[in-house]
């Protein structure tokens, strides 16, 4: 369970807070996203689950234990995120030593490597490109690769900060159908930021943001019965939901649902 | 031009110099380029042509294509020829016209030294072509190790050099679509007096480097939080295997230059 309490930070002294007194609890193996605009304090809030901001007020912790600088190096190892940049979070020369950068870091004997990489690629179907250079792959691609880094390091958790927001549609519905299948198959915690509310049909639990504060939070039905909270958030409605607002009674329905009811 | 140009590009392929121990590659080549140095005489530098024209074939590299890639040093072999033909003495005379001399030595050395430079060329661009980056620089790394004894950097600058040659094609693709941008907008590159063409580079060079300073910050975030603290605790996914052949490969170069020795007079 990750807890976070009162967390409030400050990019600088006299700049507006980026995040304003928040406090959130994600359950263990839940898909949980985050939506909000840019500026919302989203990405802020998990650069600060990862320690790579300091100098904020609050508590974060992880099944119990709290994130200080002495435990940082630890403390991270449960994570493992992907970036919105394909290009600029491949370290490796090709896609099997990409995969294998984090296990190195580890320390890892090569063995363990060759066995985890593999099943790396596996899982993300992108083991008959291992020996392909970046130049070589397409931007899904490349962030399919950056999962399976990620996934290598058998992370308790996996955030996602806006990792699709660079891929064309075809990317972006190959990701979320791996993450789908990552979420059914393993006890992983997905935390899965976006601006698409189109994107969280399938998470358990979702946080819409905005100026630093959390406004709503819970289920995606009680995200989308919550009418009034949407608005404010000033977020784009999911076109299922801008149908069913236009001609049924508004309340939250998925894609089959529609049709039927229509 | 850039298109043809072979230094420094990787041909991938499957001949026994491909499959060759980069580390084994690496020292051969050094060897060799002290070995260059033993022939002093049409015999010697004979041999040399032959080993270098027997390698090239070894390595299932086309000789015209070869040399194709290598016409942009024309110049430098040319420069070199023209210099000792001019300025070594010795031998018959054989033109005076004004200032200028042409001996016959002249002209020989001029040959010799020339075939020395190709043969020094042609020697590196195979390797290079026969081994991928990143091998070059994981048997840098492993070649360099001992340095880390007198405090050298070694596994850091093998990084750095992984990381920059992994981020050429992203650069270069960037450019592109800067200058694009910038002629989409006006500008011209191409045309125009020397002076007005450079400052017309200015706003390809700034965008460029603004972008790959934020891709450097944002690929430092991405290393630190896979875990990278350097070389400390890290262990190796790529591994380098010695084998039979690589000692081989070395014996023959180091027999050849016994035998090039030998030769001398």
């Known amino acids: ?262 | 031009m850039l298109s043809s140009m072979l230094l420094g590009r990787y041909i991938p392929g499957d001949s026994i110099i491909h499959r060759l121990d980069p580390r084994a590659k690496i020292v051969s080549v050094v060897l060799f380029m002290i070995i260059v140095f033993f022939a002093n005489h049409w015999i010697g530098y004979g041999l040399l042509i032959l080993f270098v024209l027997g390698l090239i074939r070894t390595a299932q590299i086309n000789l015209f294509f070869l040399f194709n890639g290598l016409k942009i040093l024309l110049f430098i072999l040319i420069f070199t020829f023209l210099l000792h033909i001019f300025f070594t003495r010795g031998g018959t005379t054989l033109v005076e016209w004004g200032f200028i001399q042409i001996d016959s030595e002249g002209v020989i050395t001029g040959i010799y030294i020339t075939v020395r430079l190709v043969m020094l060329l042609v020697i590196t661009t195979i390797l290079t072509l026969t081994t991928s980056p990143i091998e070059l620089t994981d048997a840098i790394e492993r070649l360099g190790s001992p340095l880390r004894k007198v405090k050298v950097p070694i596994h850091e600058l093998a990084m750095m050099i992984s990381i920059s040659l992994r981020f050429i094609p992203t650069l270069m693709d960037e450019t592109e679509k800067i200058i694009k941008a910038q002629s989409a907008r006006g500008s011209t590159f191409m045309t125009g007096r020397l002076k007005s063409r450079i400052n017309a580079l200015i706003p390809i060079f700034i965008p460029l480097f603004i972008s790959a300073f934020k891709r450097a910050e944002e690929m430092a975030v991405a290393m630190e939080v896979r875990g990278y603290t350097g070389e400390a605790g890290r262990t190796s996914y790529r591994e380098l295997k010695w084998q039979l052949r690589d000692t081989a490969a070395i014996l023959v170069v180091i027999l050849f230059g016994v035998l090039l020795y030998m030769v001398r007079m």
Do not use: C
């Open chain 1, 1 to 262: 369970m990750i807890k976070i309490d009162n967390l409030t930070y400050r990019y600088q002294a006299d700049a507006p807070k980026a995040l304003d007194d928040i406090s959130l609890s994600f359950k263990t193996g839940d898909w949980v996203s985050i939506i909000g605009h840019n500026g919302s304090g989203k990405s802020t809030l998990v650069k600060l689950m990862m320690g790579i901001l300091e100098g904020y007020s609050g508590e974060i912790s992880v099944d119990g234990e709290v994130l200080t600088p002495d435990n940082l190096q630890r403390f991270r190892e449960r994570f493992a995120i992907v970036f919105q940049n394909p290009d600029n979070q491949f370290v490796g020369a090709t896609v099997e030593d990409d995969v294998a950068f984090g296990l190195e870091n580890q320390g890892l004997p090569r063995e363990v490597m060759l066995e985890r990489t593999e099943a790396a690629l596996e899982a993300v179907n992108m083991l008959a490109y291992r020996r392909h250079a970046p130049a070589r792959l397409s931007g899904g691609q490349k962030q399919r690769v950056a999962i399976a880094g990620a996934l290598a390091m058998e992370p308790a958790v996996l955030i996602l900060d806006e990792a699709t927001s660079m891929l064309d549609p075809e990317g972006r519905s190959d990701m979320l159908a791996i993450l789908n299948d990552i979420h059914k198959t393993r006890t992983t915690t997905l935390i899965y930021i976006t601006h698409d509310l189109g994107e969280i049909e399938d998470s358990d639990y979702a946080v819409i943001m905005k100026d630093g504060k959390v406004i709503s939070e819970g289920t995606i039905e009680h995200i989308f019965s919550d009418t009034d909270t949407l608005i404010e958030s000033r977020l784009v409605l999911p076109y299922q939901m801008q149908i069913s607002r236009a001609l049924l009674d508004g309340g939250y329905v998925t894609h089959d649902e529609l049709v039927a009811r229509l």
